[in-house]
């Protein structure tokens, strides 16, 4: 499994996500970030073309969608959430 780290804009955007977040929400999500995390390249990751000097990836499963890229030093970034 890779490190991890979050941006500050991605732990806003779970804090507030998470004021409404049933349980079962909350689960699925740390299983999507634990499977990103597993394995980076998993199938079913997109290409966001976001900043082509550093590509980004979209990965989506059912209401989620995260936006990662990884680091110099081989680290899973997640950058959004978008549900």
Known sequence: MAEFIFSRRF???VV???KS???RDRDALEQILAAI???PAL???VPSFYNPQEPSYLYRTGSFLVHYRLTADGKVEFLNLFH
Do not use: F, K
């Open 43 to 45: 199938p079913g990751r």
């Open 11 to 13: 732990l806003r955007e």
């Open 21 to 23: 977040a049933s349980p």
């Open 16 to 18: 507030d996500w998470g």
């Open 37 to 39: 995390a597993a394995d």
